[in-house]
């Protein structure tokens, strides 16, 4: 693999591990003053889970990547 795309691959995990350490603050507990607060600040929670599984996958697949295995996943640019 030429050095610009392992440059590139590893500023792309870079990114993700930081979108991973940014979406793992919304998985702190906090006290909701009324039902419809903590309805909401429970769904904020788990679209955060669905983003922070979707970047790690994405991260392995980029590890696999930088190491020679192959991915089977695709992501569009966008993702």
Not at 8 to 16: H, P, Q, S, T, V
Not at 31 to 57: K, Y
């Amino acid at each position: 693999m030429e050095a610009t795309a392992r440059e590139r691959l590893n500023a792309e995990m870079a990114e993700e591990q930081e979108r991973l350490r940014y979406l793992q603050g919304f998985f702190q507990g906090e006290s909701m003053p009324d039902m419809l607060d903590d309805a909401i600040h429970m769904e904020s929670v788990r679209f955060a889970g669905t983003l922070a599984d979707r970047s790690a996958r994405r991260l392995s697949a980029l590890r696999r990547l930088l190491s020679g295995g192959a991915v089977e996943e695709r992501f569009c640019e966008d993702c």
